[in-house]
């Protein structure tokens, strides 16, 4: 027997009360949930936890820059309900900063570890936040809308020359 | 007491160690041949293929997702379409839909070889390998006939797919999966699967439990192989998966404890078989003739919106998390791959084991550094 969507949007927004800042249906079957940001644990801990919905697998985690804010995003399944939701709480630009869930999901350290790299989202009570896939001297969050690409990297320019000689500056568009 | 003592060592693994494909580094905290812990360092083959996708257009990402994995390059190809097409809303034709099952398994058969034959050549038995890159070497020429290309296929495209199928490439397909299912494979294990040293090389070493793969967000054979059957393609489906029959194999501890090493790796050769089964039924059901592609607009954009399409890629959950503007570009693309969550168990893992064996743990996770780093 499968639950419907609906009954599940309902549940969510029973058992998160006021964490929870909306929930709507998504694409692909799929539920988002936005919540503020100072109580994602809590609602984290619900959504894995909670009788009836046990969205027990971690599936993804991302950080992305809305331009005007910064935000992390959360894929969780549920396999008794079949389930998907997307978790997405917004942050400050200035003091981008949530709370590790790594209690909650061991898997999700190197997540964390990357979102921090990619995007300069802190992660509080993470035990080794350090850059993942970027030198640890790298300076500045490339996945970040407002990021200058570095003109030298270790004494190598980044900068490339068209077949007239023309300079090509870094981090030109494709087309 | 002994008069001698020991002390711990740290020695470095990599970035260029036969054993570590591609370029992955190990630490290694070493008390002689017994490992204290090895930290894995990633970000060698790091390509920021996440930040080319926002600048270039939509379909001219496609070729970049080939260098995901480049083992699987059309499974890569298939996800990111499947997502750029459920966010637009594009339907995609019925015969494009097989020819890209048929791609995909394809993929799979020939990705499992890989992986298989790998791990092999790590553990020190190089004969495997050759007899696997043989058969390799027949998907790879069907896949040449199929797109042209031989590693990094680029077939498939968003609204289907960029070629039909060439004369006598069915004969050719069937073929191949007869030879495997009915032939091959009974060799290749009566010659290496139930082989004694590998047994005892791979029985009992590195165990996952359930619930530790499960906590570790470890997806597809690494999951299957401690038990839990889930496969995205039954569980929840994508593309035409639904329309063919065929069982989702399980670790079962067949020759030591349920998850361990063997499990892993014999879920992949029991997976050959039942990749077999699916493109046999897709050649048999797939219409004749008909459209391969959807006609897309010139200037192609996708209304505005989130989206995460997931399917099932060789080395496990391949997820596409989509956003986007409206603009002819993508505004964000996250790529999840099952190599990342594959690595993150290794630390846990390696404490407390051989040297030797961390090579047959990391063998039997089958990462492959560029869909770590992306």
Redesign the interface.
């Known amino acids: 027997m499968t639950v419907q969507q609906t009954d599940i949007i309902k549940a969510i927004k029973d058992r998160l009360g006021a964490a929870a800042q909306s929930v709507e249906e998504?694409?692909?079957n799929?539920i988002?949930v936005v919540v503020e940001k100072d109580s994602l644990v809590q609602a984290m801990h619900t959504l894995k936890t909670g009788e009836g919905l046990r969205f027990?697998?971690?599936?993804?985690q991302?950080g992305?820059?809305y331009r005007d804010s910064l935000a992390v995003?959360y894929?969780l399944y549920s396999?008794t309900l079949?389930q998907?939701v997307?978790v997405k709480a917004f942050l400050d630009r200035e003091q981008p900063e949530v709370h590790s869930l790594e209690n909650l999901?061991?898997?999700?350290?190197?997540y964390e570890r990357e979102t921090y790299d990619?995007l300069g989202i802190r992660f509080a009570g993470h035990n080794n936040l350090k850059?993942?896939?970027?030198?640890e001297d790298w300076s500045g969050f490339?996945?970040r809308k407002d990021y200058v690409y570095p003109e030298s990297y270790g004494g190598i320019e980044t900068g490339r020359t068209d077949l007239l000689d023309n300079p090509i500056s870094a981090g030109k568009?494709?087309? | 007491m002994s008069k001698y003592s020991t002390q711990e060592m740290v020695l470095n693994m990599g970035p260029h160690h036969p054993s570590t494909h591609g370029v992955l580094r190990f630490i290694l905290q070493t008390d002689g041949e017994m490992m204290v812990k090895a930290t894995p360092d990633?970000?060698f083959l790091?390509r920021?293929i996440?930040?080319?996708a926002?600048?270039?257009?939509w379909q001219?990402f496609m070729p970049y997702t080939d260098r995901i994995d480049y083992l699987a390059s059309l499974n890569c190809n298939l996800g990111y379409a499947l997502a750029v097409e459920?966010?637009a809303g594009i339907s995609v034709p019925e015969k494009a839909e097989y020819l890209r099952v048929i791609g995909a398994e394809l993929t799979r058969i020939g990705s499992h070889f890989i992986g298989a034959g790998a791990m092999l050549l790590d553990l020190g038995a190089v004969t495997p390998f050759v007899h696997a890159l043989r058969e390799r070497e027949t998907f790879n020429d069907l896949i040449e006939m199929l797109c042209g290309a031989r590693l990094t296929h680029n077939y498939v495209r968003i609204g289907g797919v960029s070629q039909d199928l060439p004369a006598g490439f069915k004969e050719k397909c069937l073929g191949f999966v007869d030879h495997l299912e009915y032939e091959f494979l009974d060799e290749f294990n009566d010659m290496i699967s139930y082989n004694t040293i590998l047994i005892n090389r791979l029985a009992n070493v590195g165990v996952i439990s359930a619930e530790e793969a499960?906590?570790?967000?470890?997806t597809g054979p690494n999951l299957r192989g401690s038990g839990v059957a889930?496969d995205l393609r039954r569980?929840?489906s994508y593309s035409i998966y639904d329309r063919f029959d065929f069982d989702v194999p399980v670790g079962s501890g067949k020759f030591g404890v349920l998850g361990d090493s063997y499990d892993r790796y014999w879920v992949r050769i029991e997976e050959i078989v039942q990749s077999c089964r699916v493109i046999r039924q897709a050649l048999k059901q797939m219409p004749e003739s008909g459209e391969v592609r959807t006609k897309l607009p010139k200037l192609f954009t996708v209304p505005a919106?989130?989206?995460?399409?997931?399917t099932e890629a060789p080395r496990g959950?391949l997820?596409y998390?989509i956003?986007s503007d409206g603009g002819k570009n993508p505004f964000?693309v996250?790529i999840?791959t099952g190599s990342?969550?594959a690595?993150?168990?290794i630390e846990h893992l390696s404490q407390g084991v051989m040297v030797a064996d961390l090579v047959a743990i990391i063998g039997s996770l089958d990462v492959v550094a560029p869909e770590i780093?992306?």
């Open positions: 998504m694409k692909n799929d988002m027990t697998t971690l599936m993804n991302l992305a820059d995003i894929n396999p079949r998907k997307t999901f061991r898997g999700i350290n190197w990619m850059r993942l896939l970027l030198p490339p996945l568009s494709h087309v | 990633i970000g790091h920021g996440e930040k080319i926002e600048r270039v257009p001219a459920r966010l499960e906590d570790y967000t470890l889930f569980d929840d919106g989130e989206i995460y399409v997931r959950e997820g998390y956003i964000r996250k999840r990342f969550s690595m993150t168990i780093d992306r």
